[in-house]
Nanobody, 123 residues
């Protein structure tokens, strides 16, 4: 079982930055993929970014490429999402997710989810 807890959300002006954190606990193996998704009101959950737990391969959704950076700290069991040049359309609840397997952008393939953290970008 894996538990995920997000933090770091908040209110920021357009053009600003935030860093989200995801604390992972439980049995996490090197085969895990960690990801961030987001969901805005009335919209489907959207893939944001992913990273392999033991490797350095990262993936990004087209809407955040070049602005967001995912990273992880194995020693601390943490995953981070650095968000720069934020736009009002980035407003959403951001979720940390994990799966025991390779990368996919499909939310249904992730087995473990955090409770989410709200990010609001004002114009």
């Amino acid at each position: 079982q894996v538990q995920l807890v997000e933090s770091g959300g908040g209110l920021v002006q357009a053009g600003g930055s935030l860093r989200l954190s995801c604390a992972a606990s439980g049995r996490i193996f090197s085969s895990y993929t960690m990801a961030w998704f987001r969901q805005a009101p009335g919209k489907e959950r959207e893939f944001v970014s992913a990273i392999s737990w033991s490797g350095v391969t990262t993936y990004y959704g087209d809407s955040v490429k070049g602005r967001f950076t995912i990273s992880r700290d194995i020693a601390k069991n943490m995953v981070y999402l650095e968000m720069n040049s934020l736009k009002p359309e980035d407003t959403a609840v951001y979720y940390c997710a994990a799966r025991n397997g390779g990368y996919t952008y499909l939310a249904s393939f992730y087995n473990y989810w955090g409770q989410g953290t709200q990010v609001t970008v004002s114009s």
